[in-house]
Nanobody, 126 residues
């Protein structure tokens, strides 16, 4: 079982930056886990933001490409999402997700991930 706890959310002005963190604990025998950030805005479906595997294979949804960066600290089992140049469309609850994996790029479908955190709210004001 993997336990995920997100932190770092809050209110930020448009154009500003925020860094989200996800602490992973539990039966993490090694670092072969796909880690992902998803988000769900008001009245919207949950969507993938970024994924990372082995601190090498990363994927981003088009709307955050060039503005957000996903990274991980395997020694501490932390995953981060650096959010720059945020805008109102980035307002959402952000979730960390995980799945044990032994391939390359991670999937982007939310049903692929068995482990989820409770989420952290990000609100962007103009």
């Amino acid at each position: 079982q993997v336990h995920l706890v997100e932190s770092g959310g809050g209110s930020v002005q448009a154009g500003g930056s925020l860094r989200l963190s996800c602490a992973a604990s539990g039966t993490l025998t090694d670092n072969r886990y796909c880690m992902a950030w998803f988000r769900q805005g008001p009245g919207k479906e949950r969507e993938v933001v970024a994924t990372i595997y082995m601190n090498t294979y990363t994927r981003y949804t088009e709307s955050v490409q060039g503005r957000f960066t996903i990274s991980q600290d395997n020694a501490k089992n932390w995953v981060y999402l650096q959010m720059n140049s945020v805008n109102a469309d980035d307002t959402a609850m952000y979730y960390c997700a995980a799945r044990r994996w032994s391939g390359t790029n991670c999937a982007t479908e939310l049903t692929w991930y068995p482990y989820w955190g409770q989420g952290t709210q990000v609100t962007v004001s103009s």
